[in-house]
Structure formats: structure tokens, C-alpha cells
């Protein structure tokens, strides 16, 4: 009954456990791998390819560029150097009919990859009234897809350029990485009022090291073996939320790049087709070596690690 002491403690509980705004402090996430399970765009490439709207050797050599992408180390000169042909595959096409298909793709391909850990943490943001972004290379177009279908604030990612609602198929400044993504959210923070000491990014990757080193709370998610070296030096938080066999499954993946696994897959697919550009064999036969490699590299690690 209203009066009762039953009664009055109830709002006197939600405002014990109420956790105030803070209007300065906020959360940046990074997509691949982190609140994602592989690569955001490479999802939507396939789902386009599958609708036909390029062919699958597009796709292939769209995936093993990716490949040499990751496997090199994403170092600054290879991003350079691919970044006015990032994009080439929706060249020409309406802005219009990209989002359109990227919510379609998002819907059937995407959603189902979204690590429940990682969107329960932007969610703890969420809840203390904090604001939470999405920092990415991918296209911004699809980046506001996936922070709008997890009712984020926004999303930060890679712009590209259109003229009259169609894609020329270049970009507009820098791939949003390593430093890149640093400089974004600084300009950020600055016109958003927002004190960085007091956000906190979340990523998997050493390449986001300026950014994670730029906030006061940084948090490597499914991280790779150089970040999660990197964090425990440091003392920083490590969110891991692959487990036992699943985690080492994924594990590789996650260390040497998505886009090396996935250019492997679809070359074998086009290898198998008359008319392969012998380049495309070159290619993935030099993927296989450069990633075995690093395998090796890997398996030393987590030898010496069990040793300990």
C-alpha cells in the first residue's frame, strides 16, 4: 500500500542503485573483432556479392587485398597505398541503394556476430548515461548502420566520397586507423565537451594503440598477442570473451587479421573456376607462407606462455 514502509523503500533502492550522468566522460569502440567477430566490411562485400551486385572474383580480389593487408601488419605504407582502391568495388553506385542494402546485409549477415560481452559493455556505458561511438575503418555509412541497430550514440569510420549521391569509388582524407582514429576521436572529445581521462576505449588490436593510449581507461578486447602483451605491461584492463577450444579457433584469426582467413576461403572458391588470373594464385600462395609464419611465431608465444 502507498504509505507502507515496503512502499517507500522502493524508490529509495533505484536511486541507491542509480548511476549518475556524466556528461564528460564517454566510450569508443572499436568494430572488427571487438564488438564484432571478423570484419564488418568484408561481411558486407560478401552479402553484396551475393546479391549480385559484383562478381565473386571481385570479391577475391577484394579479400586477398585485405589479406596482404593484414598479414604485413596494416603498417602505415600499406594502408596509404590501398586507400583510394578501399572502396573501388561501390564505385558508381547511389549512396541511396548502399545504406539500404547495408541494413539488409547487417540484418542477415551481421547481427548474429555481435559479441554479447562487448555490447553488454557498451551497454554499462549506456546505463551511466554515458555516450558510446564506434571508431572504425570501415565505411561510416555502415558503421552508422551498426550503432544505430545497437542504439549507440554514433559512429566514427572511413569516408568516402560521392558526388551527386553516387560513390566515385575514392575516399576523403586518411583510412580511420591507428593515429587516424587517435586524431577523430580528439577532435571528437573536443567539440562534444568530453574529458578523455575520464572515456574509455575497447579494441583488439595494437593498431589502435594511440587511441587506447589516449583515454583514461583502456580495455583490449580479444586482443592480439602484441596488444595483450602491450596491456599487461601496462596494467590495463583485458576482456577476453572467447573460451577454451572456441577461444583458439579464433584466437588465430583475430592475431593475423580476419582478411587473411577470409581471402584464403574465397581464393580457394576462385581457384577452383576456369579463367583465374594467375596473379591471384601468386598471391594466395604467398598469403598461405606469410601466414604460416606467423602461426609458428604464434604457437613459440603460447609455448612460452604455458611454460610460465
Known sequence: MPGTPSARAAPELEAALAVP??????????VDNTMMVGASIFHFAKG???RKFFTWRDLVTFALRQARLRVRGESHDDMH???DSALAFVAGKKVEEIVTLGEEIYDEEMADKIWPGTRALAQ???DAGQRVWLVTAT????AQIIADRLTLTGALGTVAESRDGIYTGRLIGEVLHGAAKAAAVRALAAREGLDLQRCAAYSDSINDLPLLSLVGRPV????DSALRGEARQRGWEIRDFRTGRKAARIGVPTALGVGAVAGGI????????RGTLPALRR???QTRRTTAARLHEIAVVRRGVRRR
Open 21 to 30: 550522468d556524466d556528461p564528460a566522460a564517454a566510450a569508443f569502440f572499436d
Open 48 to 50: 553484396l556479392a551475393a
Open 81 to 83: 597505398t590501398t586507400r
Open 124 to 126: 554499462l556505458h549506456l
Open 139 to 142: 565505411p561510416v555509412e555502415l
Open 220 to 223: 583490449a578486447v580479444n586482443p
Open 266 to 273: 574465397a581464393a580457394g572458391v576462385a581457384l577452383r573456376r
Open 283 to 285: 598471391d594466395l600462395v
